[in-house]
């Protein structure tokens, strides 16, 4: 499977459950020198092309707004070869009064029990330095009202744990442990 078929395949997925909407949210592949990241606006059901960053975190035009922390989580764990970012509605809603969400389900406590809230401004230095800490010792984390960021050893598992992290904040948010909810 080319890159581009794989990252098509599962931003389709990101797209059909409601996980990323429009052209919201990027991917990226880790690759010798550096990795491949979703272009800048595209949308990631239909991703025809993708950017390269180097290792040095020289992005090509194109690349992400994103792309610093995917460099950062990369620097930071070795281990991770993909990573995933969306827009997923409970997820970005229940980060905005908490600093940790605390899973409920029976697969959030054995996937993902703790789900660490990031700062940070979109695009931006400081959100790719809290997002790395928060992925330190997590496969999920979330940026306080912008969306999750999730990893693994490829994007399937990287998407699996974005569905898992959402699953999760929506129990969170439907058993009345909100104050949003209604």
Known sequence: MKITEEFEYIGKRLFNEGLVGGNFGNMSVRTDGGFYI???GSYLDECEEVKFVSDDGVPEAGAS???RVHYAVYRQRPDVLAIVHAHPAYAVAVS?????????????KMLCPKIPVATGEPGTEELARNVAA????????????HGTFTVGKNLKDAYLMT????????????????PLHP
């Open 38 to 40: 979703t272009k800048s």
């Open 65 to 67: 707004s994103e792309w």
């Open 163 to 178: 569905s898992i992290a959402e699953h999760a904040s929506k129990i969170v948010y439907l058993t009345g442990d909100h």
């Open 96 to 108: 905005f009064d908490r600093d940790c969400i605390v899973t409920k389900d029976s697969e959030g």
């Open 134 to 145: 928060a992925l330190s010792n997590s496969n999920a984390a979330v940026a306080r009202g």
